[in-house]
Nanobody, 124 residues
Framework: QVWLTEYGGGSTQAGGSLRLSCVAS??????????LGWFRQRPGKEREFVAI????????IYADSVKGRFTISRGDSKNIMYLQMNDLKADDTAVYHC???????????????WGQGTQVNVAS
């Protein structure tokens, strides 16, 4: 079993930056074929895809709304990944969750392991 914990949320002004981290722990392990993802849930909205990365090979997909502003990356070990968020906008205010899955898809329903989320607030 793998547990995920997000770090790095907080509050900032529009145009600011935040870096989120997602740390995996527990008796299980993230295998090389895993897909790592960041998703968010804005107030009153459904959970939505932000970015995903294939652990093996590093293929990446970004949501159009964050392309050019956010960067997803993974650490050298399989137990950490990041989301660098630049030029933040008020519309980025959300609870951000990391997730691990086995299918290379932006559909959050396909991801079975989730962190509890970290709040990001961006003031306009």
């Amino acid at each position: 079993q793998v547990w995920l914990t997000e770090y790095g949320g907080g509050s900032t002004q529009a145009g600011g930056s935040l870096r989120l981290s997602c740390v995996a722990s527990g008796p299980g392990r993230i295998v090389s074929s895993s897909i790592l993802g960041w998703f968010r849930q804005r107030p009153g909205k459904e959970r939505e895809f932000v970015a995903i990365i294939r652990w093996r090979g590093g293929s990446i997909i970004y949501a159009d709304s964050v392309k050019g502003r956010f960067t997803i990356s993974r650490g050298d070990s399989k137990n950490i990944m990041y989301l660098q968020m630049n030029d933040l906008k008020a519309d980025d205010t959300a609870v951000y969750h990391c997730a691990v899955g086995s299918e290379y898809t932006t559909n959050h329903l396909s991801y079975k392991t989730w962190g509890q989320g970290t709040q990001v607030n961006v003031a306009s």
